[in-house]
């Protein structure tokens, strides 16, 4: 652990934002073994929830036993949590049972909670009296200052999108840019990098993005590898899995911080945290260059699809951050490093034009099977391995192209969306984005989920919906891309 950096990243540590919200209405009644309260809060929170309940009939003879539980979605209501079967730990599932021993009460629930609808089911109460639901409210929090937003203008869909991706992102505002608030409550660099250019054309929570950093370059481990993911509570401390993607993206997300902040102090203060990582990527290439494949599961991220394979992806990011390497080093005017990045991409990038690039089919390919993908194509543009007019027919051929395996994240879509634009494609991209996103929207979104098959949205890749995120990081761009490039209709 470099403890300069952790005291760096402690320092500023936000304090949240806390405000007391009330669900829209609370029902009447005086509620019975197996009644069932509904509380809808009108929007999603992040937050602790309290109620306050007393008896109504005789003296309480026994304890009520209710059954108290948490639902970003509508959907989520009926699921049963009993029937779960997925891989992902049935913990994260947000119901708790309590024992109310004495009556009237007020309730304070032990665990914070990511909802707009909070179902309390009356499991079970004496025949001698009834429940009587009088207040309840939750204590939400965020980094975020929502009294900074400017209003976007523009039609009424792109508002609600707008609206929508902002929600998404302020409620994984808290003490550091979390992943999904629900689950799985960390800093992953692949969301942050997203958040954080989110983030600098709408809250410009410069401090928040600067804290996250320095976390990262606390947590390399003692080769200087920085982990994907790492953990604030109970104390800071990296996780112990590592993607090649995702090393890299801390070059990125720096280069991307320097440019919107013009902080160059800090930037070059953890310059040598993010070079290192090019540094250590290096040693994924074999003599012509060409990144390893691997059959390990999560050496490199791209997207949740397990029929992906990700070599070409994978040199492609490589490329990608070593050009803002580049930039980096330009702004921070270190002229050696900018001849020897250049000359390394000039290698990698040739590589990857022979070993990747069919240039009959105007495709990239990827592993020894030449798969052809989504996040091969969309990297490969990234990359700016090709021409303009190059790239425009790969993302062409790619969409006519049947077999390619298909994008399963609004992660990779988001690449999608910047494909499409940085090829001067802006009418496609703003249209796919009101389909893809817009699709959530339909679906009932007040934030943005972490997964979305527009043509199935109950699908998920855990074995059941009720662990799905529904306000998740990655999800929170079509504000970036609204703002930025004034993508409209």
Known sequence: MNQYFLEKAQAIKPVLNEDVVRPVRIPDGIYCTGDRIVLDFGNHFVGRFFFRVHGEGSHQDAPALLKVKFCEVKKEIEEDSSRYQGWICASW?????????????????????????????????SDKYGLV????????TTSAE??????????????????????????????????????????WLGDLRLEALTNYVSYGNYSLVKRCLYLFAAVADEE??????LFTEPEVCGDDTYMFDYSLFFIAALYDYAAASKDL???????KTARRQWELAQENFDENH???????????????????????????????????????????????DITEIKRDMALKKQAALDYFYDREKELFVSGSKKQISYASQVWGVLSECLEKEENIRVLEHMRRCKDAVEMVTPYMNHCYVEALIQVGMEKEAYAYMMHYWGGMMEDGADTFYELFNPG??????????????????????????????????
């Open 93 to 125: 599932i947000q119901e708790e049972r309590i024992h109310v021993d004495v009556l009237p009460a007020e309730v304070a629930m032990p665990r914070r909670y990511a909802f707009r609808y909070v179902i309390i089911d009356i499991a079970a109460v």
């Open 133 to 140: 639901l009088d207040d309840a409210y939750a204590k939400v």
């Open 146 to 187: 929502d009294a900074v937003l400017t209003a976007y203008q523009g039609n009424a869909k792109e508002m609600r999108m707008d609206e929508v991706a902002l929600r998404t992102l302020r409620n994984c505002m808290q003490d550091v840019f979390e992943d999904g608030p629900k689950r799985d409550r960390r800093l």
């Open 224 to 229: 200087g590898r920085i982990p994907a993911c």
């Open 265 to 271: 102090e800090m930037a070059r203060e953890l310059y």
């Open 290 to 336: 060409v990144v390893h494949d691997s059959d390990v599961l999560g050496w490199c991220f791209l997207d949740w699809n397990l029929e992906l394979n990700k070599q070409a992806g994978a040199q492609f990011v490589y490329l990608y951050c070593a050009k803002r390497l580049c930039l980096l080093a330009e702004l921070l005017e270190i002229p050696e």
């Open 456 to 489: 199935n949205p109950s699908e998920s890749p855990y074995g059941s919906c009720i662990v799905n995120s529904y306000c998740h990081a990655w999800s929170c761009t079509p504000a970036y891309f609204l703002r930025k490039y004034n993508l409209h209709g």
